[in-house]
């Protein structure tokens, strides 16, 4: 007989191992009474505490050190719990949690789950936390911890749902708030959505780390799982969440269209939920697109060091002691015959000649070196050469703030200007003209950034930024880089809100002789682009 119920068996039972290896691993340890901790139930109370707060952590993508968990610990201890511990007991008890329970003493962790369609039990891998290595303050080295992909379930699975389910069950969550027009439950929604893409981003970062170690410690089903699992979601939601940002741009759009008498106190928060709202949704979006990426990044590796390992397996290789010095040394006598083996290293070199096949390739001009002539011999200084990569990267990034600090400087002094005004303030002064077109690289990912952004709410990503802990990038990020301009210019505090749409019904704008990286001058032909202040008394055109 065959039950169809029993068909992924042993998948549920990983989700049951979760939870049974953490209250094994916890029973059996005796030091909890060391701490004053009698009851399982309080044992089991404080590691949850402990597993959310190293999820906050790394959803954040904050450093979660045993310092950071000590802090934590004695601040719940002082507050809930409250046992007569001190800070090094506090210290200790954290390290016996995250060492000896979660990391079960750097012992992996196993447990069987019986596989119907195979009819053998099959031992299941459990790893609730990880760590790396972090430098705090750029110098001192520490371990932080953070969760992994079995972390999550388990703490997710308190008050969610499977992870193929999760996605959908917010959205329509999401969707009925959004119909109801209960913007302040839809805004906590989408927050939701956003994380659960971030863990999945993660997840998608640990697969690649795991087979960048060891291809083959890898599992080929969870390689399946991932691309199965995320590739159809991304594609059937993205195209939902374009919908839904239409349709809170509409209704924001309808909001501010209303009489300013009757724009009360609770239109005003509506409003500024639709914007937040409408901000998550666009970097929701983000977040898809480079979840697709990863996901190809993702295959594309898992490819490459599968036929590294295969390569590697093809090359025949031999004990050299066993081989070779063993039987010289049980008879020595072959090496006086060594002159043999060796003497065609040393005759002269034989004569030249005429190769077909090297006639129908391409020759490099080979200069020989003169007799006698020294060898220079160059040292490579590791720290020089990362000097010198900073100053390439803080030059570039300079090159970046100085086009996108014209362009706002322009926008603010009418509310409104254009891609063809930017060419005519520019073309009779050649130091204006280098800021605005550094090279063709350059101003042609400020412009498709500025494009793909659409709309730029400054006080949506003042506040964000102000709720996360943002370390500065090393590449061009379009929102930070705005802000830390306004922030740094009191001329142009007066923007707060930037629309960019393109000009469909004007000519295309051309710049002629701008550099490129190569070194040749290029022409950029592209369409008209607007950049609009939105409280500016200038028409939208479109």
């Given at each position: 007989?065959e039950?169809?119920?029993?068909?992924?068996?042993?998948?549920?039972?990983?989700?049951?191992?979760?939870?049974?290896?953490?209250v094994?691993?916890s029973?059996?340890?005796?030091?909890?009474?060391?701490?004053?901790i009698?009851?399982?139930d309080?044992?089991?109370?404080l590691?949850?505490?402990i597993?959310?707060?190293?999820?906050?952590?790394s959803?954040?993508?904050?450093a979660?050190?045993l310092?950071?968990?000590?802090?934590?610990?004695?601040?719940?201890?002082a507050?809930?719990?409250?046992?007569?511990l001190?800070?090094?007991?506090?210290?200790?008890?954290?390290?016996?949690?995250?060492?000896?329970?979660?990391?079960?003493?750097?012992?992996?962790?196993?447990?069987?789950?019986?596989?119907?369609?195979?009819k053998?039990?099959?031992?299941?891998?459990i790893?609730?936390?990880?760590?790396?290595?972090?430098?705090?303050?750029g110098?001192?080295?520490?371990?932080?911890?953070?969760?992994?992909?079995?972390?999550?379930?388990?703490?997710?699975?308190?008050?969610?749902?499977?992870?193929?389910l999760?996605?959908?069950?917010h959205e329509m969550?999401?969707?009925?708030?959004?119909e109801?027009?209960?913007?302040?439950?839809?805004?906590?929604d989408?927050?939701?959505?956003?994380?659960?893409?971030?863990?999945?981003?993660?997840?998608?970062?640990?697969?690649?780390?795991?087979?960048?170690?060891?291809?083959?410690s890898?599992?080929?089903?969870?390689?399946?799982?991932i691309?199965e699992?995320?590739?159809?979601?991304?594609?059937?939601?993205?195209e939902k969440?374009?919908?839904?940002?239409?349709?809170v741009?509409?209704?924001e759009?309808?909001?501010?269209?209303?009489?300013?008498?009757?724009?009360?106190?609770?239109e005003?928060?509506?409003?500024?939920?639709?914007?937040?709202?409408?901000s998550?949704?666009?970097?929701?979006?983000?977040?898809?697109?480079?979840?697709?990426?990863g996901?190809?990044?993702?295959?594309?590796l898992?490819?490459?060091?599968l036929?590294?390992?295969?390569?590697?397996?093809?090359?025949?290789?031999?004990?050299?002691?066993?081989?070779l010095?063993?039987?010289?040394?049980?008879?020595?006598?072959?090496?006086?015959?060594?002159?043999r083996?060796?003497?065609?290293?040393?005759?002269r070199?034989?004569?030249?000649i005429?190769?077909i096949?090297?006639?129908?390739?391409?020759?490099s001009v080979?200069?020989a070196?003169?007799?006698?002539?020294?060898?220079?011999?160059?040292?490579f200084?590791?720290?020089?050469?990362?000097?010198e990569?900073?100053?390439l990267?803080k030059e570039?990034?300079?090159r970046y703030?100085?086009?996108?600090?014209?362009i706002?400087?322009?926008?603010?002094?009418?509310?409104r200007?254009?891609?063809?005004q930017l060419?005519?303030?520019?073309?009779?002064?050649?130091?204006?003209?280098?800021?605005l077109l550094p090279?063709?690289?350059?101003?042609?990912?400020?412009?498709?950034?500025?494009?793909?952004?659409?709309?730029?709410?400054?006080?949506a990503?003042?506040?964000?930024?102000s709720?996360?802990?943002?370390?500065?990038?090393?590449t061009?990020?379009?929102?930070?880089?705005v802000?830390?301009?306004?922030?740094e210019?009191?001329?142009?505090s007066?923007?707060?809100?930037?629309?960019?749409?393109?000009l469909?019904?004007?000519?295309?704008v051309?710049?002629?002789h701008?550099?490129?990286?190569?070194?040749?001058?290029?022409?950029?032909r592209?369409?008209?682009v607007?950049?609009?202040?939105?409280?500016?008394q200038?028409?939208?055109e479109?």
């Amino acid at each position: 007989m065959e039950y169809g119920f029993l068909k992924n068996f042993a998948r549920r039972m990983k989700n049951v191992g979760l939870y049974s290896l953490l209250v094994l691993n916890s029973s059996q340890k005796q030091t909890w009474k060391d701490y004053g901790i009698e009851s399982p139930d309080e044992e089991l109370n404080l590691i949850y505490c402990i597993l959310l707060f190293v999820m906050e952590q790394s959803l954040k993508e904050e450093a979660c050190t045993l310092d950071d968990i000590t802090v934590y610990v004695d601040d719940l201890n002082a507050t809930g719990f409250c046992h007569p511990l001190s800070y090094d007991q506090c210290h200790e008890l954290s390290d016996f949690v995250i060492n000896t329970i979660l990391s079960n003493g750097g012992s992996p962790m196993y447990f069987e789950g019986f596989d119907f369609e195979s009819k053998s039990m099959q031992q299941i891998r459990i790893s609730y936390i990880a760590n790396r290595i972090v430098y705090v303050d750029g110098e001192v080295r520490r371990t932080s911890y953070y969760l992994t992909d079995d972390g999550y379930n388990l703490l997710l699975g308190t008050l969610e749902v499977e992870d193929n389910l999760k996605l959908s069950i917010h959205e329509m969550i999401f969707k009925l708030h959004l119909e109801k027009q209960s913007y302040d439950k839809a805004l906590d929604d989408v927050k939701n959505i956003f994380n659960l893409m971030r863990i999945q981003i993660q997840k998608i970062q640990e697969a690649m780390l795991q087979i960048r170690r060891n291809a083959l410690s890898y599992e080929t089903a969870d390689y399946r799982q991932i691309l199965e699992e995320d590739l159809d979601t991304i594609d059937s939601t993205r195209e939902k969440f374009a919908g839904y940002r239409e349709t809170v741009r509409k209704r924001e759009m309808e909001l501010r269209g209303m009489d300013p008498a009757r724009f009360d106190e609770a239109e005003k928060e509506r409003l500024s939920n639709l914007v937040e709202i409408e901000s998550y949704l666009s970097r929701a979006i983000d977040e898809y697109q480079r979840i697709l990426n990863g996901h190809f990044d993702l295959r594309s590796l898992y490819s490459q060091e599968l036929e590294k390992v295969s390569a590697f397996t093809a090359v025949q290789r031999f004990p050299l002691r066993e081989k070779l010095f063993d039987p010289i040394l049980d008879n020595p006598e072959p090496l006086w015959d060594l002159n043999r083996f060796l003497s065609p290293l040393f005759v002269r070199d034989p004569e030249k000649i005429f190769n077909i096949n090297k006639a129908m390739q391409v020759q490099s001009v080979h200069y020989a070196q003169a007799e006698g002539e020294s060898v220079e011999t160059e040292d490579f200084d590791e720290e020089e050469w990362l000097r010198e990569q900073e100053r390439l990267r803080k030059e570039k990034l300079s090159r970046y703030e100085k086009c996108l600090r014209l362009i706002l400087h322009e926008l603010a002094k009418t509310g409104r200007v254009t891609l063809y005004q930017l060419d005519l303030a520019t073309r009779d002064d050649p130091a204006l003209r280098q800021e605005l077109l550094p090279n063709v690289g350059i101003f042609k990912e400020i412009m498709v950034e500025l494009l793909r952004a659409q709309v730029l709410d400054i006080d949506a990503l003042r506040r964000e930024r102000s709720e996360y802990l943002i370390e500065a990038p090393e590449t061009f990020e379009l929102s930070l880089m705005v802000l830390n301009i306004l922030d740094e210019d009191p001329k142009l505090s007066g923007i707060h809100r930037i629309l960019i749409y393109r000009l469909k019904d004007h000519s295309p704008v051309v710049f002629e002789h701008v550099p490129a990286e190569d070194g040749k001058e290029k022409t950029i032909r592209c369409s008209n682009v607007c950049l609009k202040v939105e409280d500016a008394q200038a028409d939208h055109e479109l």
